[in-house]
């Protein structure tokens, strides 16, 4: 049996009274195994002594309180110690540290290790109730030296989870990062693709367009304006604008002549009127100008196109401050070049009426038409007896609004006037031929026509002061403004000597 001694000294390490139950003393000693436990006291020295001591007074009492019976199977008792040490770990709270969890197993199973097994199928041997010192303290430090054994082998196995903890927060981290990278590659190729796939969806939508607008802009330059309708109403085909588009240059294979002409443009050089009023009211923009710096106003009235260049005259009134984009040119033209190169009195007087032309764009037809230059530059654009009476017709106009005089010597003889009648036989300058065709170009003043109007006719002596007018030059009027194109053009007579 134990020394009574050393039971009274095992329930006061325990703390707990003498004569308590094994339960009692299985808590206290778990409470004070894990306040003792070196792991928990890396600071004292004392700690490993006080722990085995601790463990020492646990198995004495149990040892004291729940004797072993004698074994007389084949493995002996070792079950049942197993069963005690499995009990003894019921109600054991070990946290979250599962070091002390293998320190109280290490303890308990080397504890248990002399005492537990023995030879198979041999009785126990009888148990020694004394130890001497030395043995005492042999076991202390063999002890000690497995406990310090196994804290460097818990040590490294911590270091290796530790390790290999951090090499998969490392490979979770990299095949992370993986993942992301190739979730941002997908979505960049889709992005990609998507962006490819609109812009050909806007490269086709692009040809197309220009493809129809090419069309619609040949068909207004062969003069089918039903196509030119069609093309502006169902297919959407801007009127403003030349033919080819910004986003469309790569489409054109042929460019245009003129790539500023404009669809208004294109009718107002055709005459085609009706296409213009059209044009005009379906977003085509009159301001609009071509390469040249014209507008199609500037365009119909070069090529004398007179219900055209009325139609301007009455939808924009040139005395409005809004219409004067449509009408403006540069220093080097006017209108009244314009008109004269229409070789059309008519749109002379246009433009002489509303007070479209300088004293300087008057001056300067007037030194143009007795020119040679100009002279041949009218026979060319006109031939036969209506060119001949158009020019007289613009040379009494511009005597009229400028105020000038005719050439002291004629400005065209008799041969000349032939050129202007290939049709007609040559004149004669024999006696017999005495009905002859009076030569009113650079005519004296006695014989110039004289201009009728709706004010009455106009004396052909103009007064030779600069500044005279001649019976005013229309402002205010509102001639010209309409349709009634014949409005206060002159009826030329001959006037008798």
């Not at 020394?3 to 390490?13: F, Q, S």
């Not at 085609?272 to 365009?299: F, I, K, P, Q």
Request: with cysteine; charged share 30%.
């Amino acid at each position: 049996m134990v020394a009574r001694d050393k039971i009274i000294e095992a329930y006061t390490t325990l703390g707990v009274e003498e004569g308590a139950s094994l339960e009692v003393v299985k808590t206290s000693y778990r409470q004070i195994a894990l306040r003792t436990h070196p792991d928990k006291n890396p600071g004292n020295p004392d700690a490993t002594a006080e722990f085995q001591r601790v463990g020492e007074a646990y198995r004495l009492l149990q040892k004291h309180l729940d004797p072993p019976e004698p074994h007389h199977g084949f493995y002996g008792d070792s079950d049942d110690e197993y069963d005690d040490l499995d009990s003894e770990f019921d109600g054991f709270d070990f946290g979250d540290d599962p070091e002390i969890f293998y320190m109280f197993m290490f303890e308990e199973l080397f504890k248990r290790g002399a005492s537990t097994f023995h030879m198979r199928g041999g009785p126990r041997r009888p148990r020694t109730h004394s130890e001497t010192p030395e043995n005492y303290n042999a076991r202390i430090r063999r002890q000690r030296e497995e406990q310090e054994a196994a804290t460097e082998r818990r040590k490294r196995d911590l270091a290796k989870m530790k390790e290999r903890r951090e090499r998969d927060r490392e490979q979770e981290r990299l095949a992370a990062e993986a993942r992301q990278k190739a979730k941002v590659e997908n979505k960049k190729a889709q992005a990609q693709a998507q962006r490819r796939k609109a812009e050909q969806t806007a490269k086709a939508q692009q040809e197309r367009s220009q493809k129809l607008r090419s069309n619609v802009f040949a068909a207004a330059r062969v003069g089918h304006g039903d196509k030119v309708k069609k093309g502006v109403w169902e297919d959407a085909v801007d009127a403003a604008g030349g033919e080819v588009t910004r986003d469309g240059q790569a489409f054109v294979h042929a460019p245009p002549k003129d790539p500023k002409q404009t669809l208004l443009h294109i009718a107002a050089e055709k005459g085609d009127l009706e296409l213009v009023e059209w044009l005009d009211t379906h977003n085509a923009d009159v301001e609009e100008r071509d390469s040249e710096g014209l507008t199609a106003l500037h365009v119909a009235m070069s090529k004398g196109h007179i219900p055209i260049v009325a139609y301007f005259f009455e939808m924009y009134p040139p005395k409005e401050t809004d219409s004067k984009p449509i009408y403006d040119l540069d220093r080097s033209k006017s209108l009244l070049s314009l008109a004269i190169e229409s070789a059309e009195p008519e749109l002379i007087w246009m433009v002489l009426d509303n007070g479209l032309a300088s004293t300087e764009a008057i001056s300067n037809a007037w030194s143009w038409m007795t020119s040679d230059k100009g002279l041949a530059a009218l026979k060319k654009s006109t031939q036969g007896q209506l060119g001949l009476e158009k020019h007289d017709d613009i040379m009494k106009l511009l005597m009229r609004f400028g105020g000038f005089t005719p050439p002291p010597t004629p400005a065209m003889c008799a041969d000349a006037i032939e050129e202007w009648q290939p049709n007609r036989p040559p004149i004669t300058h024999s006696k017999h031929n005495k009905k002859q065709r009076p030569n009113t170009i650079g005519a004296p003043l006695e014989v110039l026509p004289t201009l009728v109007t709706e004010e009455g006719p106009v004396p052909s002596h103009y007064p030779k002061q600069s500044n005279f007018r001649g019976c005013g030059r229309g402002r205010g009027r509102g001639r010209g403004r309409g349709r009634g194109r014949g409005r206060g053009r002159g009826i030329f007579t001959p006037q008798a000597p």
